[in-house]
């Protein structure tokens, strides 16, 4: 089945600019979607259809995706941004949808 | 506002069986799939089952398939997911989410989950 990889754990310093990567076999052909968990709650999206962010979202939060990397990026990090954050995918092949590990991101 | 809440964990035995409910509101349910979504704790999201709109198609993990049912009542607003022969690796919080349309097989909305855990 399609793998998603993320990198564990990325760290930034406030006011600067956030980067997590998501790896997959030609993930720029497909949609990509981003979620935020801040711990103890529910995931949020962030992100959808690469690089949409839904309504309430900052425009700090942009996404981009080709060739085999998906890509979030938070510009002007702050302490609020930090949190795990998850991409997504819908694999049709299998009929399944497919997550990334998972990044946790630290503002220090 | 969009309402998913959850109901329906608690601990139970290893082997048995536990029904999980998701009661809607703040939209038209009847016009969009729901997904089921579960984390282990202090571990990453897992996909359980998706269901479409009038409930014809339903999409289940590989972990869970033959085990889980998933089933939508649109009179009521409600989502169920029929949990059998459950082992301790079901463990988990549980989310119900709702696709943002019919079959975009992305979670717009979740709700705050249900734990569910299973140990003898």
């Known amino acids: 089945s399609y793998v998603l990889t993320q990198p564990p754990s990325v760290s930034v310093a406030s006011g600067k600019t956030a980067r997590i990567t998501c790896g997959g076999k030609n993930v720029g052909d497909i949609r990509v979607h981003w979620y935020q968990q801040r711990p103890g709650q529910a995931p949020i999206l962030v992100i959808y259809y690469d690089d949409d962010r839904p309504s309430g979202i900052p425009e700090r939060f942009s996404g981009s995706n080709s060739g085999n990397t998906a890509t979030l990026t938070i510009s002007r990090a702050e302490a609020g941004d930090e949190a795990d954050y998850y991409c997504?995918?819908?694999?049709?092949?299998?009929?399944?949808?497919?997550f990334g590990g998972g990044t946790k991101l630290t503002v220090l | 506002q969009v309402q998913l809440v959850e109901s329906g964990g608690g601990v139970v035995q290893p082997g048995r069986s536990l029904r999980l409910s998701c009661t809607a509101s703040g939209f038209s349910f009847s016009n969009f799939g729901m997904h089921w979504v579960r984390q282990t704790p202090g571990k990453g999201l897992e996909w359980v089952a998706f269901i479409s709109d009038d409930g014809t198609k339903r999409y289940y993990a590989d972990s869970v398939k033959g085990r889980f049912t998933l089933s939508r009542d649109n009179s009521k607003n409600t989502l169920s997911l029929q949990m059998n022969s459950l082992r301790a690796e079901d463990t988990a919080v549980f989310y119900c989410a709702k696709d943002a349309l019919s079959e975009t097989y992305y979670f717009q909305y979740w709700g705050q989950g249900t734990l569910v855990t299973v140990s003898s």
């Open positions: 997504q995918v819908w694999d049709k092949n299998s009929n399944h949808v497919v």
